[in-house]
């Protein structure tokens, strides 16, 4: 028995209909007379149609399949289709390729925009808005800094990194930056505090415990 394997027979040029609809349209260059030739494609997109019947509703759906079956013809089909021919080079243009960003992101955990925004405010930094401008850029990257080292990053690091961002021309409020530590600071309880609260606890537990006993001891008398 001679075995007829799928890598020997012709390419399929849309995999999505199958190997049957493609020798369908096979069939149609033996047909000689251009009338049946035409009606027997119609014949083709009527069975394609009814492979995708949720796509009937989609605009010019009739237009695709006549466009995909002069694509699986390999563009020789000829009949009298109701919309134009399409051409080989008006389906296979390829996209323009996308130029893509060539610029280095010296601090990736600040993100892309933060060099952009910093060096924005050294240019008009002689701004009555750029101080605030400024230290709201630093409590944006100290936040980000937090979350990609998980720990809060002191101030000098901070300054540092807005004047490497900056090319080093720019003014900086170095008392309102370092500021901002003591203000974290006061908004965060002590480790003390902490363990002062966790002691009130056990102990509250622990006289809950006795109260328990207790009463199951009387309960006993």
């Known amino acids: 028995m001679r075995k ?18 493609h020798e369908m349209v096979d069939s149609l260059f033996e047909i000689e007379d251009r009338q049946e030739r035409t009606r027997q494609a119609k014949a083709v997109i009527a069975v394609m149609g009814n492979l995708n019947p949720l796509l009937r509703d989609t605009a010019d759906f009739k237009h695709k399949l006549w466009d995909h079956l002069f694509i699986m013809s390999d563009f020789k089909l000829d009949v009298d289709s109701p919309y134009q021919q399409p051409s080989r080079q008006e389906l296979m243009v390829r996209p323009e390729k996308l130029q893509y960003p060539q610029s280095r992101i010296m601090f990736k955990h600040y993100g892309k925009y933060a060099q952009r925004f910093v060096r924005a405010i050294a240019a008009e930094q002689k701004s009555h808005r750029a101080n605030d401008e400024m230290m709201n ?5 100290r936040a980000k800094s937090y979350e990609y080292n998980n720990e809060h990053p002191n101030n000098e690091a901070i300054i540092r990194d807005i004047r490497i961002m900056a090319g080093g021309n720019i003014s900086i409020d170095l008392d309102a930056i370092n500021a901002m530590r003591s203000e ?22 622990q006289q809950r415990n006795t109260q328990k006993n207790q009463s199951r001891h009387n309960a006993h008398k």
């Open 4 to 21: 007829n394997y799928n890598y020997k027979r012709r390419k399929l040029y849309m995999p999505e209909y199958g190997r049957h609809i």
């Open 137 to 141: 850029m630093a409590r944006y990257m």
């Open 184 to 205: 974290y600071r006061q908004n965060q309880p002590s480790r003390n505090m902490k363990g002062r609260k966790q002691q009130q606890r056990n102990g509250r537990k």
